[in-house]
């Protein structure tokens, strides 16, 4: 990850893409809000379709009430700002990430990329187990627009959108099978969602894992720069 990037502070009130400083509550407030669960404060997506969580700045016991409710007992929490949960929780991820917003990308619907629907979800959750590119439910695909290469019927690449805060569209799920890697499928993919995604007049972003060095210089090299570095933090509900 280049230094040379300085991103605009998350309170500057003149930045364009402040609604990316939650975007999992701009979503579900906004354009997925068809997808949201809400107690109190609190906002997450249906439990099938995404394990995002959106919680007040500073959150105090009624709010992690609220989460528990929501989440039920053994449940998993995931969250884009860390955050101390209650004596009793279990903290499964603080992984530090990245957040790259569009500075120019390309688009170009590639015509072998195929639309992936609720029928490939199959497929899709198979090719997530070998590559992990992150967490996908039975429902992530009713998200936004899944595509996919296929090389003799069989799935080997997949990209598609995920959160969609209002002007914006997450980049998400990029992933080749092991075996087709260096051959610039994800590039294609990439490319074509971001075809969609300018077509609504929106914009490209994305979130990676700040050690995966070698897909952002991919990112930075489309076209997306370095905005902010969110930390990615799971917890899990005591069980009952």
Request: net charge negative; aromatic share 6%; with cysteine.
């Amino acid at each position: 990850m280049s230094e040379a990037f300085a991103p605009t502070a998350p309170d500057d009130p003149a930045d364009p893409a402040r609604v990316l400083d939650d975007p999992v509550r701009a979503a579900l407030t906004g354009p997925h809000a068809r997808f949201a669960e809400r107690r109190g404060a609190v906002v997450r997506y249906q439990a099938d379709v995404c394990p995002f969580y959106s919680l007040p700045a500073d959150p105090g016991p009624a709010d992690w009430a609220d989460v528990a409710a929501l989440a039920g007992p053994g449940g998993f929490v995931l969250l884009t700002a860390p955050a101390a949960p209650p004596d009793g929780w279990t903290t499964e991820l603080d992984l530090p990430g990245v957040q790259l917003t569009d500075d120019g990308i390309e688009g170009a619907a590639d015509p072998e990329a195929v639309r992936l629907t609720a029928a490939d979800v199959p497929e899709i959750l198979d090719l997530v187990e070998r590559t992990r590119p992150g967490p996908f439910l039975q429902r992530t695909v009713e998200l936004g627009n899944y595509f996919g290469l296929r090389e003799d019927g069989r799935l080997v690449a997949m990209a598609g959108e995920r959160l969609r805060p209002p002007g914006w569209t997450e980049i998400s799920a990029v992933c080749t099978d092991p075996g087709h890697r260096g051959r610039g499928l994800a590039t294609r993919l990439i490319r074509t969602v971001v075809a969609g995604v300018r077509e609504r007049g929106e914009r490209p972003f994305l979130h990676a894992a700040a050690d995966n060095t070698g897909a952002i210089a991919l990112y930075e090299a489309l076209g997306l720069t370095l905005r902010r570095r969110p930390t990615f933090y799971a917890v899990r509900v005591p069980p009952a």
